[in-house]
């Protein structure tokens, strides 16, 4: 007997069609705009992603598969391992994926003083239950989202002058790190970029409540940092940072959170200002908070500079950092030299330098002409 085949007309077998692939890309924390994958160095060679498929002939059931990333796509990891239409137009109607893979996802990382702890303490998810998705050869689109928060601390005023942040280790309460033994309160070492930084920052699980939201006037600490001038350590100090207890943010997932460090004096005592919070009711700008100095002879408080004057204008509106509205609104100041105001300053209006209120207490300054806008222009009525 003898037979022939047609090898050209052979039935595709049921398991072995077309395989899975993906084009990954990252949105941007709290922002519309995407950027490929292929256009910013997140993803490496090598890493590995857990991607879940539930498919219209697994039903409600989701199925695992291993894949890793090579040259812009994500793939199957080993022959085999990966998904496969099969040729009876099964399609996939919900898709899932995460990074880091579940056999490298372990507890939250909270040291992140290493770049590449710190990479690692970032986790990403894909999903998409929009749109069936029909047997295709070519890459299906996914975009990754921000699973935690990202906060971004800074330095910022008169005394942060020449000052980078060395380390910094930021305090949170009701923290769960996903290692079996719940919530509770965890320090989180920030990632300084070399030996130092203007800019440290911190990936932290969302859902955490930043600040008690009491308003007494009060302020609570919320960890340490390390400042001082760059390439030596003769001039490091390490200070408490704090916040307002009037402070009550939830922290968001895909949100970037920034804080801004305002050193105090000599001790570098840092009051934490907050600015773009996603909040219902916008965006809170950073304040300095730079007290006036007493003059004995002339029982005046002088001001010399614009932080200064920032800080009596919120002094003279209500109680701030546990000083007290009454008071300060019976005091006495002199501007004791030349201060500009400028035009991003001015356009904050009320928001920052607080003009309203300095110009309802205007009859207890002396010098006020000498604090003007840049084009000259006095800011006092």
Request: glycine share 8%; hydrophobic share 35%.
């Amino acid at each position: 007997m003898g037979s022939c085949q047609n090898d050209a007309n052979d039935p595709l077998p049921v398991g072995d069609g077309q395989q899975l692939t993906l084009l990954p890309s990252v949105a941007d924390r709290n922002k519309v705009e995407v950027r490929a994958a292929g256009n910013i160095p997140f993803f490496e060679n090598g890493n590995d992603i857990t991607v879940q498929v539930k498919t219209s002939r697994t039903g409600s059931d989701f199925v695992s598969y291993p894949y890793t990333y090579n040259n812009g796509t994500f793939a199957e990891k080993a022959q085999g391992q990966g998904f496969f239409f099969p040729a009876d137009q099964t399609f996939i109607s919900e898709l899932k994926a995460f990074w880091p893979s579940f056999e490298n996802r372990g507890a939250v990382i909270t040291d992140q003083r290493d770049l590449d702890q710190f990479k690692l303490a970032n986790r990403l998810t894909a999903h998409v239950t929009e749109a069936n998705i029909m047997p295709t050869a070519d890459p299906v689109p996914l975009v990754f989202q921000h699973e935690q928060s990202k906060i971004t601390f800074r330095l910022a005023g008169q005394n942060a002058s020449g000052l980078i942040i060395k380390s910094l280790l930021f305090e949170l309460e009701n923290v769960n790190l996903d290692d079996g033994q719940g919530e509770r309160q965890v320090g989180f070492w920030a990632y300084c970029e070399g030996t130092g930084t203007l800019n440290a920052e911190v990936i932290v699980p969302a859902g955490v409540v930043f600040g008690p939201g009491i308003n007494d006037g009060k302020r609570m600490e919320i960890g340490l940092v390390k400042v001082g001038a760059e390439g030596t350590t003769d001039n490091d100090y390490e200070g408490i940072m704090y916040i307002p207890n009037s402070t009550h943010i939830e922290l968001q997932k895909n949100h970037e959170y920034l804080v801004t460090l305002t050193p105090e004096g000599y001790d570098l005592m840092a009051t934490i200002s907050i600015a773009g919070f996603p909040q219902p009711d916008g965006d809170h700008v950073g304040v300095p908070f730079q007290l006036p100095v007493l003059n004995e002879e002339t029982e005046r408080y002088e001001i010399s500079t614009i932080a200064q004057l920032v800080t009596v204008s919120w002094l003279l509106t209500g109680d701030l950092n546990g000083e007290l509205q009454s008071d300060w609104s019976t005091r006495t100041f002199d501007i004791v030299n030349d201060i500009e105001v400028s035009d991003r300053i001015k356009a904050e209006g009320d928001r920052y330098l607080n003009i309203s209120t300095l110009n309802n207490y205007k009859n207890q300054f002396s010098n006020a002409d000498k604090v003007t806008y840049s084009d000259g222009t006095n800011v006092f009525n």
